[in-house]
């Protein structure tokens, strides 16, 4: 596992945007674009660059604290 799975990602539509918004709340403020697989797969990209350059920074990342909902009862 990379250390940025650790961290929630995930791309929804933006009625207001009219794009697709990728997020990652605990890392990013987020990303936008026109296909949701291109934008996730962007997201990613960018998740890894900022804990690298965090890393190279010697900064302590941000904790994980957005979590995905495992069940809805």
Same mark, same amino acid.
Do not use: F, N
């Given at each position: 596992?990379k250390?940025?799975?650790?961290?929630?990602?995930?791309? %929804?539509?933006?009625?207001?945007?009219?794009?697709?918004? *990728?997020?990652?709340p605990?890392?990013?403020? *987020?990303?936008? *674009?026109?296909?949701? !697989?291109?934008?996730?797969? %962007?997201?990613?990209? !960018?998740?890894?660059?900022?804990? +690298?350059?965090?890393?190279? %920074? %010697?900064?302590?990342?941000?904790?994980?604290?957005?979590?995905?909902?495992? +069940?809805?009862?």
């Amino acid at each position: 596992m990379k250390p940025s799975d650790q961290y929630h990602q995930w791309v %929804e539509w933006s009625d207001e945007d009219q794009a697709y918004l *990728g997020k990652c709340p605990d890392l990013i403020t *987020g990303i936008h *674009g026109d296909a949701p !697989v291109a934008v996730y797969s %962007e997201l990613e990209q !960018v998740v890894d660059e900022v804990l +690298e350059t965090l890393t190279k %920074e %010697e900064c302590e990342a941000p904790p994980v604290r957005v979590r995905a909902m495992v +069940e809805v009862d």
